[in-house]
T-cell receptor
């Protein structure tokens, strides 16, 4: 398995532009997570999906952020319009939900480094 | 929701010494406690984890302890090596997938 795949790996855009980050989870995993990492705030959970359904989006900072998971093998995180303070590394992770009595190791993708000028 | 605190934020040790990183959590329902290592410019990767029915777990030079009563858990690295230098994150998970991470500890092992 190729692991969690994210694209693009680097994105540089200007303030006000729309940014779309993409993620392909590990095949067979039914949970997907979007994280944002900055020096100031560390690793923040933005949203997670279970069986393609958004479960908790309380970490999404503003209405400018939206995430979708149209099928089990693809998710997007969109920022519209983007702002310089959105500059960060965005990680996608996936896990296999084995139920409440089991652990659920999360496997991280390589991340997308976003720079908003 | 779950709140995880991690200390210290930075830790510097001499090669061969031990390193200890401590975390506390708030949700008594949390039952899964993983530790991730993140090297510079790379993704976080799981190095060890522990479940709430276990008090201690070891894997070579790495061990994790869990005190459910006090709601804290710790990572112990013995005989540290320069390649152990990285940022380490603890996390706690209660609901099936509601995992929250600590702020991270930057460990530097001096040769």
């Amino acid at each position: 398995d190729a692991g969690v795949i994210q694209s693009p790996r680097h994105e540089v855009t200007e303030m006000g532009q729309e940014v779309t980050l993409r993620c392909k989870p590990i095949s067979g995993h039914n949970s997907l997570f979007w994280y944002r990492q900055t020096m100031m705030r560390g690793l923040e959970l933005l949203i997670y999906f279970n069986n393609n359904v958004p479960i908790d989006d309380s970490g999404m900072p503003e209405d400018r952020f939206s995430a979708k998971m149209p099928n089990a093998s693809f998710s997007t995180l969109k920022i519209q319009p983007s702002e310089p303070r959105d500059s960060a590394v965005y990680f996608c992770a996936s896990s296999q939900d084995r139920g409440k009595s089991s652990y659920n190791e999360q496997f991280f993708g390589p991340g997308t480094r976003l720079t908003v000028l | 929701g779950e709140n995880v605190e991690q200390h210290p934020s930075t830790l510097s040790v001499q090669e061969g010494d031990s390193a200890v990183i401590k975390c506390t959590y708030s949700d008594s329902a949390s039952n899964y406690f993983p530790w991730y290592k993140q090297e510079l410019g790379k993704r976080p990767q799981l190095i060890i984890d522990i479940r709430s029915n276990v008090g201690e777990k070891k894997d070579q030079r790495i061990a994790v302890t869990l005190n459910k009563t006090a709601k804290h858990f710790s990572l112990h690295i013995t005989e540290t090596q320069p390649e152990d230098s990285a940022v380490y994150f603890c996390a706690a998970s209660g609901a099936v997938n509601d995992m929250r991470f600590g702020a991270g500890t930057r460990l530097t092992v001096k040769p």
